[in-house]
T-cell receptor, first 112, second 112 residues
Framework: QKEVEQNSGPLSVPEGAIASLNCTYS??????FFWYRQYSGKSPELIMS????GDKEDGRFTAQLNKASQYVSLLIRDSQPSDSATYLC????????????FGAGTILRVKS | DGGITQSPKYLFRKEGQNVTLSCEQN?????MYWYRQDPGQGLRLIYY???????QKGDIAEGYSVSREKKESFPLTVTSAQKNPTAFYLC???????????FGEGSRLTVL
């Protein structure tokens, strides 16, 4: 089993809809969870960090963490064409000395 | 402005040549990282350094070398031993308190 798994997509949503991106991880003791956005040809940009169970909201973005079920998700409300990108989930994995392990990413396409 | 600067942005190399990619940060972060990204794939860790004068191999260190003589600088050398060096190389540093990783703009290496 991969340490951090994401559906590769593409996930297509209409403009104005809610995009839901999911990520599962294998390490039961992971403490830090991050979502990055990567536009084609560009470097990843940190958009959300979450450390405890529950929801964390920042503008149109909400990160949700459920450590018991070992998943973290990212909701994007009122999706815009400019949100079209690859979204990378990253989790600290204790087995690797708490280094960040990245998922392969989910491609999101927002259609106007 | 605080950030991570990578140079060059684009680099072409003939087979058999060594090339060095520069990475400088002014975020006062202790830890620095080098990742490689191939088209349509996730990030793979090459080397990382948690403190000056110390560094560790990541998942794909073969054919690469690094040094960490200053806190601000973590250059990566792609040697002729690297069999398939054409890729997008990303340097990052991390906040030791939050674990958040921040990336430079990347260097795209093409072997001719």
């Amino acid at each position: 089993q991969k340490e951090v798994e994401q559906n590769s997509g593409p996930l297509s949503v209409p403009e104005g809809a809610i995009a839901s991106l999911n990520c599962t991880y294998s390490d039961r003791v992971s403490q830090s969870f991050f979502w990055y956005r990567q536009y084609s040809g560009k470097s990843p940009e940190l958009i959300m960090s979450i450390y405890s169970n529950g929801d964390k909201e920042d503008g149109r973005f909400t990160a949700q963490l459920n450590k018991a079920s070992q998943y973290v998700s990212l909701l994007i409300r009122d999706s815009q064409p400019s949100d079209s990108a690859t979204y990378l989930c990253a989790v600290t994995i204790m087995e690797y000395g708490n280094k960040l392990v990245f998922g392969a990413g989910t491609i999101l396409r927002v259609k106007s | 402005d605080g950030g991570i600067t990578q140079s060059p942005k684009y680099l072409f190399r003939k087979e058999g040549q060594n090339v060095t990619l520069s990475c400088e940060q002014n975020l006062n972060h202790d830890a620095m990282y080098w990742y490689r990204q191939d088209p349509g794939q996730g990030l793979r860790l090459i080397y990382y350094s948690q403190i000056v004068n110390d560094f560790q191999k990541g998942d794909i260190a073969e054919g690469y070398s690094v040094s960490r003589e200053k806190k601000e600088s973590f250059p990566l050398t792609v040697t002729s031993a690297q069999k398939n060096p054409t890729a997008f190389y990303l340097c990052a540093s991390s906040n030791q308190f939050t674990g958040e990783l921040f990336f430079g703009e990347g260097s795209r290496l093409t072997v001719l």
